[in-house]
């Protein structure tokens, strides 16, 4: 195919393209992330189990597929459940209200177990219960009572009695001292649970402040991950024991009292019989005879065979009990019973009556829990019977209440800088390289329209930080369009033909891009595997968008500008950036002439000082950390009416928020009369609380209530993943850079690295700008953009040297670093007015990827110039052969010009100018300086 | 945060060494070495002395980083002198 026909090939594609991706942007809603569709975003942590003492992979994916049938069995449509690296679940309800139905469907384990009653007993219900005693009951029972009045609770208040009877335990507190003197049971296949810790009040009653856990540094955190004090006395219930609660029964209606203040507990050896595991198609009935609702369930085939087994040995121990024939009612006194116990709580414990199931019963039928439901409740355990339980434990790190009005509000706002950010570009790129840049703005805006319709065909769920991404990828399509141009400027300078300096343009500026790209591409790809959620889509974006540039502005730019090479704004070298081709002396010039390697001490000296102003501020000030790594609860609320902070304050008092940092916002998104109140830790239910409180006293907006919580492990874990995606990152993109550099240009772009990151650090300790989770993204993608920039110098220096045969490497990298110097300036600017569009119009949540990113853009460029190449510069200077260049400069000038091109031996050859077409010709005159 | 302003110093303060006579062993790589490691070791080694924690940061924790740094640099220096090779030696 010849190249015209090629090149009308390639721009009838990208058309045909551009037609369907306009279709499809104009048609195809897309998919909006939580954060601009409004909804409740958890993250979930999981922690080993007894049964799991290390969480594993396999874990992990049966919890996010248990969460989301679980959850959408409860009513909650289109979940988004993922996983966030190896031991974290982030769990997405859009449009939710109810943080605590959220937090509940997602979190509560669901662990059924069936016991043996009677011949799991331990202590004195034990002595009273059954038959295997061996003290006298009458002593027992006093104890027993003596102990129910000494734990304050009155043998003749509610069900007490009963419990008494039964040799129950009064409180959690005894009941754990008595379980925390059993032997404990190794190997112990059948247990619910391994070692178990408890955490009490010091003084009494020893009130439970925490447990069970499994682990006992759980205990000294919250149900929401806040901190506990360490305080109170621990205990530890050996593996082959598990303490129960239960509810007494009113003898009236046979129903559950759901009071825990009533509840009794009982000891008993662990050795379940059946688990939830066992059952199957748990559903929500009515018992036909108390007319009440129940769950009934059926077994498994194993469940069927072990629950007929089990019934049938209790029954026979009932017949053993009664000693020949006994009326219904002794018969059923002396019946054992069957135990079915829910996350450590005893749901029903029907009797297996031996007179009528003398032989067991059969699971055929299934089974059933009754007693105490209402209908709601009832459907909700069998929902979660269902759904089956968690081989983990979860534990919520945080949480986030978005209204669907700032949801909206905040897609409109990252449009707006999307839109404005592009036309910026594409302004820059038109004033600075004309008709060149009349053809990468198009390029430009065919890589928004394909780019928005991929995002609606793959689907990428659109979120902020996704936005934030594809303003950073519409400066780096742009800069591909700058390394070429100022390639074919370069090449038209030198006195090539048009066509010719296009052709050698592209060619000569596509590996580059090419190399630049690959270090953008592996960054994306490791955030992606190892960031937060809403890293993810800045992630995904950026990769994507980074594989779409190339399409568009190297091969639609080349095609277009092949298509018109025979047209008159070409031929006459019109509007190419002012740059008239036909080649002159002056144009032959390059247009930088600076001695970097000259200035490099003077930069040195600026960079230690900007660092030790960091240090210092760091030292004295150090990072404002925000909620994600503080942890704490940010409520932002829109009320009705126009009060006061201190009326305010005043308000939420009773809630526990008498001390919150309270203060007043303008959030147009919210609505007038705009608070932010931020304090410890909220969970769900004190959240509701606080905006229950506050609709009925002073009005809430519609819409108007937004909430973050956030536990201490989530800011913790995103350290974490930050530093595991940072290490290998860096390990990924050095092993990139040894493999096409060479092994001596990685130390100084992971110097120039460093330096942009504790640059960027020191710059957020002395301004005080807020660190959060978006801020360490938008660091982990400077590390990739910083390196970007560092490639291109990198490349231009490693293009130069062979050319050079006779310079210092100082004066390879002085002329390299004058070449690409426009490059990179244009490119910054580019890249930061897309940011600055960012930082105006974005809205608060962008307003920390755009300060971040622009801080890290200003560093990386800055480190790209003046650091990582003249320290390359420097410890290449070292190596014998450039030693010896160094010395014959010496010798036959007696000094070291900071230009090749200023040798006595290179006016002679011409050599040292080096390639003709690729590089500024001989300056006149030169400092006479060693470099 | 200690260790990232005992970087941060011993970073900064490299970037000196530039002033110095390339001598150092490993050229301007190894004096970074010599002087985020100085720094580094100093830094905790004042750190430990005066019984605090790693994010229990001041000015002291700031400076604590500078004479491990001069220490640091001078060793590099020091085995970089003595290994030179005298043919190859730069021209400062």
Redesign the interface.
């Known amino acids: 195919m010849g190249g015209r026909r090629r090149n009308i090939f390639v721009l009838l594609f990208v058309l045909g393209l551009l037609i369907v991706s306009a279709i499809i942007v104009v048609k195809k809603p897309a998919e909006l992330g939580l954060d601009l569709q409004g909804g409740i975003e958890l993250t979930l942590q999981a922690r080993p189990t007894p049964q799991l003492p290390e969480v594993t992979n396999e874990a992990m994916e049966r919890s996010v597929d248990i969460i989301r049938s679980g959850c959408n069995k409860l009513g909650v449509s289109e979940i988004e459940v993922s996983r966030l690296g190896p031991d974290q679940i982030s769990v997405g309800i859009p449009g939710a209200t109810d943080v605590g139905g959220a937090t509940d469907c997602a979190t509560t384990p669901a662990r059924l177990y069936f016991y043996d009653w009677q011949n799991n007993l331990v202590g004195p219900a034990k002595e009273l219960g059954t038959d295997l005693g061996s003290q006298d009951p009458d002593t027992v029972q006093k104890q027993v009572r003596q102990k129910w009045i000494a734990a304050g609770r009155l043998p003749t208040e509610g069900q007490n009695r009963t419990f008494i009877a039964e040799g129950a335990e009064p409180s959690m507190w005894d009941a754990v001292n008595l379980a925390t003197g059993q032997e404990r049971v190794e190997p112990c296949p059948d247990c619910s649970s391994s070692d178990r810790y408890y955490l009490f009040e010091d003084k009494e009653p020893h009130d439970l402040i925490a447990g069970p856990v499994a682990d006992r540094q759980d205990l000294y955190f919250d149900a929401q991950g806040n901190p506990l004090p360490r305080q109170g006395i621990v205990k530890k219930v050996p593996q082959g024991t598990v303490v129960v609660s239960e509810l007494p029964t009113d003898p009236a209606t046979g129903r559950t009292i759901n009071d825990p203040e009533q509840a009794a507990y009982f000891v008993l050896e662990d050795n379940a019989e059946l688990t939830g595991s066992d059952i199957k198609d748990p559903q929500q009935q009515t018992d036909p005879l108390t007319n009440q609702p129940n769950v009934t369930f059926d077994f498994t085939d194993k469940g069927r065979q072990a629950f007929q087994t089990i019934t049938r040995r209790i029954a026979q121990e009932g017949q053993a009990r009664a000693l020949g024939q006994v009326d219904p009612q002794t018969a059923s006194a002396l019946s054992g019973n069957f135990a079915i116990v829910l996350d450590n709580a005893v749901v029903s414990r029907p009797i297996i009556n031996f007179q009528e199931n003398a032989d067991g019963i059969d699971g055929r039928t299934g089974a059933q829990i009754s007693g105490g439901f209402d209908i709601g409740g009832a459907q909700e355990l069998a929902e979660f019977l269902q759904r089956g339980a968690l081989p983990v434990e979860l534990a919520l790190t945080s949480q986030s209440q978005i209204s669907a009005s700032l949801g909206q509000e905040a897609l409109d706002q990252g449009v707006r800088a999307l839109v404005v950010g592009l036309l910026l570009v594409c302004l820059f790129l038109i004033v600075f390289y004309r008709f060149l840049g009349v053809v990468s703005a198009l390029a430009l805006i065919a890589y928004a329209i394909i780019f928005l319709a991929l995002i609606k065909v793959i689907p990428i769920t659109l979120t902020l930080p996704g936005i934030a991404g594809l303003v950073l990828t519409i400066g780096v399509a742009a800069d591909s369009n700058i390394v070429i141009f100022e390639r074919v400027k370069e090449e038209l300078r030198a006195g090539r033909s048009l066509v010719s300096a296009i052709s050698l343009g592209y060619r000569r500026g596509i590996s580059t891009i090419i190399d630049a790209n690959v270090v953008i591409l592996l960054t994306a790809f490791i955030l992606f595997v190892l960031s937060t959620s809403g890293v993810k889509g800045f992630a995904f974006t950026l990769g994507v968008g980074t594989l779409v540039s190339l399409l568009t502005a190297v091969v639609f730019t080349q095609s277009l500008l092949g298509t018109m090479i025979n047209t008159k704004i070409l031929r006459r070298g019109m509007g190419i950036s002012g740059e008239q081709h036909e080649a002159n002396e002056a144009d032959k010039k390059a247009r930088w002439h600076f001695d970097f390697m000259g200035a ?2 003077t930069f ?2 600026m ?3 900007i ?2 102003i ?3 501020a ?3 000030k ?2 404002n950390f925000g909620i994600d790594f503080e942890s704490g609860t940010r409520i932002e609320v829109s009320l009705e009416q126009d009060i006061s902070v201190e009326e305010l304050r005043a308000a939420v008092a009773d809630e526990g928020l008498a001390d919150a940092k309270i203060q007043a916002v303008d959030n147009p998104a919210l609505g007038g009369n705009s608070f932010q109140i931020q304090s410890e830790t909220l969970d769900p239910s004190q959240i509701a609380t606080v905006e229950e409180s506050l609709d009925e006293n002073i009005g809430i907006s519609t819409d108007g209530f937004n909430s973050t919580s956030v536990g201490p492990t989530f800011g913790q874990s995103v350290a974490r993943s930050a530093g595991l995606a940072m290490f290998f990152s860096l390990l990924l993109i050095t092993g990139y850079i040894a493999l096409r550099f060479g092994g001596r240009f990685t ?1 100084p772009v992971l ?1 120039g690295i ?2 942009d990151i ?1 640059i960027a ?2 710059i957020y300790a002395l301004l005080g700008f807020e660190v959060s989770s978006a801020t360490v993204a938008a660091f982990l993608t400077i590390l990739g953009y910083s390196l970007y920039d560092t490639i291109i110098v990198f490349d231009r220096i490693r293009e130069n040297e062979p050319k050079m045969p006779r310079a210092t490497y100082s004066q390879v990298v002085n002329r390299s670093m004058n070449e690409v110097l426009t490059r990179s300036l244009a490119t910054t600017v580019s890249t930061l007015v897309g940011v600055v569009a960012l930082l105006i119009f974005g809205g608060e949540t962008l307003t920390a990827f755009a300060i971040a990113l622009l801080v890290g853009i200003s560093s990386g460029t800055y480190s790209s110039l003046f650091i990582a190449s003249p ?1 390359l510069a ?2 290449k ?2 190596e ?1 052969a450039f ?2 260049r ?2 014959q400069q ?1 010798e036959s000038q007696g000094y070291i010009p900071a230009f090749a091109e200023e040798l006595e031996v290179a006016k002679v050859d011409g050599e040292e100018g080096g390639d003709a077409g690729s590089g500024p010709e001989p300056a006149a005159t030169g400092p006479k300086r ?1 470099v | 945060m200690a260790i990232v302003i005992w970087l941060i110093v011993g970073l900064a303060l490299w970037h000196l060494t530039v002033f110095v006579p390339d001598h150092f062993w490993g050229g301007i790589v190894g004096a970074l070495l010599g002087a985020v490691g100085g720094a580094l070791v100093s830094g905790a080694i004042v750190q430990v002395i005066l019984g605090r924690g790693l994010n229990d940061v001041d000015m002291l924790t700031f400076l604590a980083a500078i004479p491990g740094f001069l220490a640091g640099a001078y060793l590099i220096y020091w085995i970089g002198e003595r290994n030179e090779d005298p043919e190859f030696q730069l021209q400062d």
Do not use: K, Y
């Open positions: 490099s001490r040195f000296v960079s230690a000082v660092l030790l960091g240090g210092g760091l030292a004295t150090g990072l130390a110097i460093l330096h504790l650090l020191g320290v420097l410890w200077e070292r014998p030693r010896r160094r010395r010496m060693r």
